[in-house]
């Protein structure tokens, strides 16, 4: 199936997506700029076409012929944008996981040390309360 400028576009609006997400969500991702991939999404989808074509080649020549254009070298801007993309949801993965550590309860039921000595201090203060009123 033929990648078309479309996939490519729809590709960096998702990324954008994610980077809003994760920014919203305080993650501290830098955002990956993609204008460049962006402006060459028709000329990088050529070249990804182009080297399937070459790929798939019945013939030496027709292999020649597709990668003669250099089409790995303009799909660079893209591979880099993947690689940083990639890089940078590894990272989230990694960030949310370490979150969710703090927030689990131990297998028997406890608080994580940080949360039990947040309520005993809760449980301390309206013990004081108590005898107060």
Known sequence: ???????????????????????????????????????????????????????????????????????IGTMAPLVDFLEKLSADLNRAELRLQQREEKLRVVGDGALPSRFRDEVNSIASSARMLVREV
Not at 36 to 56: F, L, M, T
């Open 1 to 71: 199936e033929a990648i078309d400028e479309d996939a490519i576009v729809e590709l960096i609006d998702s990324a954008d997506q994610f980077y809003m997400e994760a920014n919203k969500t305080k993650l501290s991702l830098q955002f990956v700029v993609a204008d460049d991939v962006r402006k060459k999404a028709s000329v990088i989808a050529k070249a990804i076409n182009r080297a399937r074509k070459g790929i798939e080649g019945a013939t030496p020549l027709e292999v020649i012929l597709a990668f003669s254009t250099d089409p």
